[in-house]
Nanobody, 116 residues
């Protein structure tokens, strides 16, 4: 079983909303989902939003005010609420997790497509 299970994503019109979820499956002990990255066509993977080790949040400038990262510690799950989506948000979105801050794990990607 994959260590991080991602759900959500899909096709939405510009201005619409989507919510992504990333849950630690428990298959590997000590993994905590920490944030979201994305990779658009022909682009490098980039940070979208993430929790820092101190518990703060970091957002890409391009998504500030539109995306919100949150988490449910009891369920060891991280969410990404994406509002007012734009065509340039089209990408494969990945969840990144950390095992005790020492090793990173990636969830499977989920496609987000925003039509104009």
């Amino acid at each position: 079983q994959v260590p991080l299970v991602v759900s959500g994503g899909g096709l939405v019109q510009a201005g619409g909303s989507l919510r992504l979820s990333c849950a630690a499956s428990g298959s590997i002990f000590g993994i905590n989902p920490m944030g979201w990255y994305r990779q658009g066509p022909g682009k490098q993977r980039e940070l979208v939003a993430a929790f820092s080790s101190s518990g703060g949040t970091n957002y890409a400038d391009s998504v500030k005010g539109r995306f919100t990262i949150s988490r449910d510690n009891a369920k060891n799950t991280v969410f990404l609420q994406m509002n007012n989506l734009k065509p340039e948000d089209t990408a494969v979105y990945y969840c990144k997790g950390s095992q005790w801050g020492l090793r990173d794990y990636w969830g499977q990607g989920t496609q987000v497509t925003v039509s104009s």
